[in-house]
């Protein structure tokens, strides 16, 4: 995965202690780095001895650097009051997500003399950000040790990846919606005009064609798809040579991937499909997804774009699953199953070797499908939608529980409120596809938003002000 780099402008103002400055600089650096996150920090280091944004002389030489270097977010920590003009003209120039904090103050000298003033310089960047209309994340006044500095921290970077791939978002589209679809219907020019997205078409016939020319030339990347499908699946209810078409399948559409700069595919994954090449891409879907490019069914646009958000959301650490949001709970009033055909990740599953399977429902009963039930525990549920020329992305909280055996892929979750989460989803604009994730990616999703204008968060549990109070660290007491 291309690393995430960001740009680290320590500021200082002259009227107080340029040595605490310093220090702080220094201390903060190293508690970034505790954090583990993997990111590559480009510093001021060279630019002046001290490594501080202050000289106004130095303007444009930080924003050469952080521009020349691909920066995807800029901090700004205040060492002590800070120069606030500096700051909102190099945040403007960058233009990309900009995080401002101030440790701490200590108690003042015994001579009354006080070192820092931090939190004050930071009522200062921020009225001088709005100016300038930057948008920006805050993390309260808190110390470097602080878990308030450290769940803020982590947040914004989390925040900051998802914006980072949403920007850059191109989607692998094989072939048109089902005609039967009308609700995955979206505006590719508006998508284009309004957030940059592209999408990159292909036919039904050129999968067909890729596919069968992988199959029959064999390669090392064909072998080790056919390796992973005996080994991690029971494959006893096909056959051998339908174990191939389907390694080949998933083989084809990740070269596509790669060959179109596609992050994410969507598929008319029925009915024509099956009767080209004899599968169901269910289990080729579920593959990729696991690999991190997300596969949506029923050629779904939107749920393409959720799925890579709340991939980026969790630093693509975790794989997504793509979900019909089907069936309330026979027993339970806040319970709902999750589920689709068979195209969840292999590696969310309870069995140690699920099922690969002959689909259930169509006559020609294809082979493809990746059946069972998957581990519950935290989840998030998110749907990336709009229309009428207005976009908003639903988020909720959810977590596994029991319920009873269904066919395809499936997880009964229960939620806190299920009336509301319906009346949400129907009064729109969202459908029955959403996408989930072993993670609580709530906070990071709402606060990439405000990156991306446009979109609006449109969360059900928890609420706006919730969600607010945790960023805050409100519950946090230090």
Not at 257 to 275: F, H, K, P, V
Not at 370 to 394: L, P, Q, V
Not at 422 to 427: F, I, N, Q, R, S
Request: with cysteine; charged share 25%.
């Amino acid at each position: 995965m291309e690393k995430f780099k960001l740009g680290f402008a320590p500021t200082r103002r002259f009227l107080f202690s340029k040595e605490d400055a310093y220090k702080y600089k220094e201390l903060i650096k190293e508690k970034m780095k505790s954090f583990h996150l993997g990111i590559e920090i480009v510093d001021l280091e060279g630019i002046n001895e001290e490594g501080l944004l202050y000289n106004r002389a130095e303007e444009q030489m930080i924003i050469d650097r952080f521009i020349s270097e691909k920066v995807d977010a800029v901090f700004f920590p205040h060492c002590n009051f800070g120069t606030e003009d500096l700051v909102a003209k190099i945040a403007k120039a960058v233009g990309k997500p900009v995080l401002i904090w101030g440790p701490r103050d200590e108690a003042p000298l015994v001579d009354g003399t006080r070192l820092r003033d931090t939190q004050c310089g930071i009522f200062a960047t921020g009225k001088v950000l709005r100016r300038f209309k930057v948008p920006f994340t805050y993390i309260t006044n808190s110390s470097v040790d602080s878990r308030v500095f450290e769940r803020g921290f982590k947040n914004f970077i989390g925040a900051a990846n998802v914006v980072k791939h949403f920007k850059k978002l191109r989607i692998l589209q094989i072939s048109t919606r089902p005609s039967d679809f009308w609700s995955v219907i979206c505006n590719e020019g508006e998508l284009l005009e309004k957030f940059g997205i592209q999408i990159y078409p292909i036919t039904l016939d050129q999968i067909k064609q890729k596919t069968l020319k992988i199959e029959k030339a064999g390669s090392e990347e064909l072998d080790k798809a056919i390796k992973y499908i005996k080994d991690t699946l029971d494959w006893s209810a096909v056959k051998e040579e339908d174990v191939r078409r389907i390694a080949s399948l998933k083989v084809a559409m990740k070269q596509f991937a790669e060959e179109t700069g596609s992050s994410a595919i969507a598929i008319q994954c029925w009915s024509t499909l099956q009767d080209i090449i004899g599968i169901m891409p269910c289990l080729a879907n579920a593959i990729l997804t696991d690999e991190q490019i997300p596969v949506t069914c029923e050629t779904d646009i939107h749920g393409a774009i959720t799925s890579i958000m709340v991939q980026a959301a969790t630093f693509n650490t975790l794989p997504t699953f793509f979900a019909d949001i089907t069936i309330r709970h026979p027993e339970h009033p806040n319970g709902e199953l999750l589920y689709h055909c068979g195209n969840f990740p292999v590696s969310l599953s309870v069995e140690e070797k699920p099922q690969l399977n002959k689909h259930f429902l169509f006559e020609d009963h294809a082979p493809g499908t990746h059946e069972g039930e998957i581990k519950g525990g935290e989840m998030t549920i998110a749907r990336f939608d709009g229309d009428n020329g207005e976009y908003s992305i639903f988020l909720g909280k959810a977590k596994g529980m029991e319920g009873p055996y269904t066919r395809g892929s499936y997880v009964w979750v229960e939620v806190n409120d299920w009336p509301l989460w319906e009346e949400t989803l129907v009064k729109g604009p969202y459908i029955h596809h959403s996408t989930g994730i072993h993670a609580n990616v709530i906070p990071v999703i709402y606060e990439a938003c405000q990156y991306i204008p446009g979109l609006t968060p449109d969360p059900v549990d928890p609420t706006v002000e919730e969600i607010r109070a945790w960023l805050r660290g409100s519950d946090i007491n230090e």
